[in-house]
């Protein structure tokens, strides 16, 4: 009787131990679950972020062409002008 009952105990300790760590792992896949839509959700921003950058960085180097194309268009007229004879 006494084993029985103690067998009895145990196996309602084992299912509150179980149950608890049930919940626990539940828990933790609903934790990492949110971490990962939050990670998802950075990354994307970071993507965006990134194409910006890229945009603004190749409107900077077109802006940079034009103005050594303008100068060497410059530095071409004066050259004419000076093989005319004009100051």
Request: hydrophobic content about 35%; overall charge negative.
């Amino acid at each position: 009787m006494t084993a029985m009952h103690a067998a009895s105990v145990a196996t309602a300790q084992f299912e509150a131990a179980l149950k608890s760590l049930t919940e626990t792992l539940d828990a933790r896949g609903q934790t990492v679950g949110d971490l990962s839509h939050r990670i998802d959700i950075v990354v994307e921003k970071i993507q965006h972020g990134l194409g910006n950058l890229g945009g603004s960085m190749q409107a900077i180097a077109n802006w940079i062409e034009k103005e050594k194309d303008r100068d060497r268009n410059r530095a071409r007229e004066r050259e004419e002008d000076r093989e005319r004879g004009r100051p």
